[in-house]
Nanobody
Framework: VQLQASGGGLVQAGDSLRLSCAFS????????MGWFRQAPGKEREFVAA????????NSADSVKGRFTVSSDSAKNTVFLQMNSLKPEDTAVYYC???????????????????????WGQGTLVTVSS
């Protein structure tokens, strides 16, 4: 499994960005996906996750109402739509995959980094005030 995150950049506070995570090597189905971020000098933190069925999502309190995670199995891609960006959202954003999962875990969502098996290289998001 290979993950390629893209879409980061330099934006102003209040702007929007959409990050993409291209999933290759296997089919996106049967993999739960997540987004994490790491700001300079801080630990990596959970941002948002989606189940492999695509029906269930979860996000960190710090981004609820602003960020939305979604998946497109036909395109083998996961997205993170980020609206109303704040300077404190500045970080390197990573996508991660957990799996393959059995059908019974189709609605599982994972928020701990240790639950993920594969990681992308990260994309930098910088939000200026």
């Amino acid at each position: 499994v290979q993950l390629q995150a893209s879409g980061g950049g330099l934006v102003q506070a209040g702007d929007s960005l959409r990050l993409s995570c291209a999933f290759s090597g296997r089919t996106l189905g049967n993999y739960a996906m997540g987004w994490f971020r790491q700001a300079p000098g801080k630990e990596r933190e959970f941002v948002a996750a989606v189940s492999w069925s695509g029906r269930d999502t979860n996000s960190a309190d710090s981004v609820k109402g602003r960020f939305t995670v979604s998946s497109d199995s036909a395109k083998n891609t996961v997205f993170l739509q980020m609206n109303s960006l704040k300077p404190e959202d500045t970080a390197v954003y990573y996508c991660a995959a957990a799996g393959p999962l059995t059908y019974s875990r189709g609605n599982d969502i994972y928020s701990a980094a240790s639950q993920y098996d594969f990681w992308g290289q990260g994309t930098l998001v910088t939000v200026s005030s």
